[in-house]
C-alpha cells in the first residue's frame, strides 16, 4: 500500500529533515532575501533529480511528476523567510545571524516540503499525477511572495488543489488542526500621526496636545469593533506603538501610532477603513489638531474549500489516525497564504509542535519559539499522503 510506503519513507528520512531544519534554522534570512536559503533548497533538489525552476526573486518551483497515467496537478507550498528578532533559544541550532530568526517556524516548512519531495520522488513509479512544490520567499512582509508569484504564473496549469501547513504551538506535537470556511483573518497595517502644537508641560493652554488627541483617538476607534462591526462579523483593531517622544514636562508637536486591523468580510473591512479615518480626523480636528490617517491594504482573509477541507480532515484521519486530527476554529492572525485561497481550491492546516515535557511551548513570533522536531516525521509523510490521495491514487 502506498500509505505503508509513505510511512517507511517518512520514518527513514526524518533525521535527514531533522538536519535540514536545524540548517536553515542556524541561518535564517529576512523576507526577499532568502538568497541562501533559495540556493539551499535547489542543490536538495537537484540532488534528487526533481527539475526546478526560479520564481519571484528568490522563489522556486519544482515538478514531481508520478509514473502511472494522470493528467491532475496539486500544489504544496512551504514558505522561507524569517523574522528581525534576537534569537534567546540556548541550542546547537541557534540562530547565526543577529536580530534574525526562524520564530514562526518557516524553516520547519521548508525542511518538511524537501522531505515530502525525498517520499514522493522514491516512490514515484507507484503513483498518477503531478505535484509541484512551491518553496516561498516573503510571507512576513507586503505584499507578500505568493502575490509575487501569483502574479508571475505560479498556478497557471491550475491545479486541483493547494495544500499548505503551519506549525502550532496551540496544537500538541502529534496532531493537526483543521477549519474549513473561512479559518484565517484578513491583515491591513495602520499608521496614524496626529499633529498639535507643542510647548511646555506646564502651559497646556499655549499648545494642542498631541497626547490628549492620540489617546481620544485611540479609544474612540474601538467602537468600530464594539459598535460599529456586525458582532457575530470577528473583527480585531490593535494598536501596538505609540510614540509620542516628549518629556516629563514637554509637549510634542506630533504622535504617531502603528496598528493593524483583521476581519472576515471584504465589504466590512472596506467600510471600517473610511470610518476609522474619519473618526480619527474628526476627533482631532474637534480639538484643534490634525490626523493623518493611512491604511496599507494587506492580505485578504484565507478561505479552506469547504468539499477539499473534509477531504484533508479526512486524508489525515487516515494517516494520524482519528484521534489526532482536530478542529481548531477561526484564528485571527493572517497568512499569505490566503492569496492562492482565493484563486484556487486551497486547505491550510495547522501541524502541533507543543510539548510541555520537554517546554516547548512558546508562542509564534517570540525570541524563545522551537518547535518538537518529532513533527517532521509526520508532516513529511502527511503531506505526500494528501497529495497522493487527492490525485486519485
Known sequence: MLLDDIRKEADNIHDLVRKYRRHLHAHPELSFKEYNTSAFVKDRLTQLEIPWQE????????????????????????????????????????????????????????????????????????????????????????????????????????????????????????????????FMASMDEIFVE??????????????????????????????VVSRMANPALPTVLSFGKVIANGAINVIPDKVTMEGTFRTFDETWRTDAHARMKKLAQQIASSMGGSCEFEIVRGYPFLVNEEKLADEVFAYAEEYLGKENVIETGQWMAAEDFASYSQQADACFFLLGIRNEDKGIVSSLHTPTFDIDEDALRQSTGLMAHIALRKLGN
Open 194 to 223: 496626529v499633529n498639535g502644537k507643542g510647548g511646555h508641560g506646564a502651559q497646556p493652554h499655549l499648545n494642542i496636545d498631541p497626547v490628549i488627541i492620540a489617546a481620544h483617538i485611540l479609544i474612540a476607534l474601538q467602537q
Open 55 to 182: 520564481i519571484a526573486g528568490t522563489g522556486i518551483t519544482a515538478l514531481i511528476k508520478g509514473e502511472k497515467p494522470s493528467d491532475k496537478l496539486i500544489a504544496l507550498r512551504a514558505d522561507m523567510d524569517a523574522l528581525p528578532i534576537n534569537e534567546a533559544n540556548k541550542v546547537e541550532y541557534a540562530s547565526q545571524t543577529e536580530s534574525v530568526m526562524h520564530a514562526c517556524g518557516h524553516d520547519a516548512h521548508t525542511a518538511s516540503l524537501l522531505g515530502t519531495a525525498h517520499i514522493l520522488q522514491s516512490i514515484r513509479n507507484k503513483f498518477g499525477g503531478t505535484i509541484k512544490l512551491i518553496f516561498q520567499p516573503g510571507e512576513e512582509k507586503l505584499p507578500g511572495g505568493a502575490s509575487l508569484m501569483l502574479k508571475e504564473g505560479v498556478l497557471k496549469p491550475q491545479p486541483i488543489a493547494v495544500i499548505g501547513q503551519h506549525v502550532s504551538p496551540m496544537v500538541d506535537q502529534g496532531k493537526i488542526g483543521i477549519h474549513k470556511g473561512k
